[in-house]
């Protein structure tokens, strides 16, 4: 299953290498609340995680419409355990889906093809996966560790806590 999973990825990703995306399109999720940096273009993500040996975080959402995207950036995202933790383990890809707010096309097209390689149903959803490049068809290959939503079952005013532990054990089954 593993297999076919990132087969489809592979395929899907292959657009994504191929279409020329060399946006420089990137900015924080909100620029005046976040203390991190969320790359909004993949190639761009990837790079800096190739770089740093850190996967992607790769947060799907509605960021103008999704109400419960925004309570995952309120409750989670804003707080300093999350920064503490996405500063050291992560590289913070946003692929938005906006109603109201104006996107360039090659970003659009981009998280449409991510959504449908990690067949992304609903928001907000977040994967972690790492890249690898294939030099001699040019292909970028997604490895997918894991997913992960709003954090179900939370102490309110603790989401962040249950957010971190769902992801950690995302982590650990890679040690595996």
């Known amino acids: 299953m593993i297999k076919l999973f990132s087969s489809l990825l592979m395929a899907s990703v292959m657009f994504l290498t191929t279409s020329g995306f060399t946006s420089d399109h990137t900015a924080p ?6 203390k991190l940096y ?3 273009d993949f190639q761009k993500a990837n790079e800096e995680s190739t770089k740093t040996g850190k996967p992607i975080f790769g947060f799907f959402t509605g960021s103008d419409w999704c109400g419960w995207c ?4 309120k409750a989670v995202f804003s707080k300093d355990a999350f920064i503490n933790w996405a500063s050291e ?3 913070l890809l946003e692929l ?3 109603k109201r707010t104006a996107q360039p096309e ?5 998280n449409a093809q991510l959504a449908k390689a990690f067949n992304v149903r609903g928001y907000p959803t977040v994967w972690i996966f790492k890249t690898t490049h294939n030099s001699e068809t040019n292909q970028i ?3 997918p560790w894991g997913s992960t939503g709003y954090p179900q079952g939370a102490t309110p005013g603790k989401e962040e806590l249950k957010f971190l ?6 982590f650990a089954s890679q040690k595996k």
Do not use: G, M
């Open 38 to 40: 969320w790359y909004t």
């Open 106 to 110: 090659n970003i659009k097209n981009q």
């Open 165 to 170: 532990a769902d992801v950690d054990q995302i």
């Open 96 to 98: 938005d889906f906006p």
């Open 89 to 91: 383990k992560v590289i």
């Open 141 to 143: 290959n997604l490895e």
């Open 29 to 34: 999720l909100k620029k005046e609340e976040s």
């Open 70 to 73: 925004i309570r995952l950036q």
